[in-house]
Antibody
Framework: EVQLVESGGGLVQPGRSLRLSCTAS????????MSWVRQAPGKGLEWVGF??????????EYAASVKGRFTISRDDSKSIAYLQMNSLKTEDTGVYYC???????????WGQGTLVTVSS | EIVLTQSPGSLSLSPGERVTLSCRAS???????LAWYQQKPGQAPRLLIY???SRATGIPDRFSGSGSGTDFTLIISRLEPEDFAVYYC?????????FGQGTKLEI
């Protein structure tokens, strides 16, 4: 059974950093790209970015709203994907979902999400 | 950036009814790379349809998707009580891989 478990969320002040982790199980982690999607309170889904697998040089893509501030990485030996968030803004507040991305680009599995609150 | 506009924004229906949800793209979506997700309160989204018309594993056949280019549709043939949720479309043909704003189905 595919499982994705996010951790690392919490309350952080504007301008500070936070790192989220996504621990995967139930599939061959190193064969898949991994995505992050977020959802502000009471709002819709927003694509944040993704990291390809080693076969595609672990290249990354990001939404314009986070590019230069957020970095996605992965550790295939631990089956973990990371979302490093720097220079956080209040508008980054929301639930962050880790997800598995299929080769063509759709998301077939989602974690339960972790809440990030950026507030002073 | 491709903007996806979903309509209607919300809909009040009864179990057993048929519903058609629309997702319109601001430009043509490459290779029918469009997915539909269902999200219930307090839960993560769930994949329903990918590549515009392919049902995901375990999704009942009352859910169907169609469309190409800029116009896509999700049809639920007979609403069940568990289908009342928010539905999102997403295009994954061009980065950024945008979502629509969602359609809320209410009883």
């Amino acid at each position: 059974e595919v499982q994705l478990v996010e951790s690392g969320g919490g309350l952080v002040q504007p301008g500070r950093s936070l790192r989220l982790s996504c621990t995967a199980s139930g599939f061959s982690f190193d064969d898949f790209s991994m995505s992050w999607v977020r959802q502000a309170p009471g709002k819709g889904l927003e694509w944040v970015g993704f990291i390809r697998d080693k076969a595609y040089a672990e290249t990354t893509e990001y939404a314009a709203s986070v590019k230069g501030r957020f970095t996605i990485s992965r550790d295939d030996s631990k089956s973990i994907a990371y979302l490093q968030m720097n220079s956080l803004k209040t508008e980054d507040t929301g639930v962050y979902y880790c997800s598995r991305r299929r080769r063509s680009g759709y998301i077939d599995y989602w974690g339960q999400g972790t809440l990030v609150t950026v507030s002073s | 950036e491709i903007v996806l506009t979903q309509s209607p924004g919300s809909l009040s229906l009864s179990p057993g009814e048929r519903v058609t949800l629309s997702c319109r793209a601001s430009q043509s979506v490459s290779s029918r790379y469009l997915a539909w997700y269902q999200q219930k309160p307090g839960q993560a989204p769930r994949l329903l349809i990918y590549d515009a018309s392919s049902r995901a594993t375990g999704i009942p056949d009352r859910f169907s998707g169609s469309g190409s280019g800029t116009d896509f549709t999700l049809i639920i043939s007979r609403l069940e009580p568990e289908d009342f949720a928010v539905y999102y479309c997403q295009q994954y043909g061009f980065s950024p891989y945008t979502f629509g704003q969602g359609t809320k189905l209410e009883i």
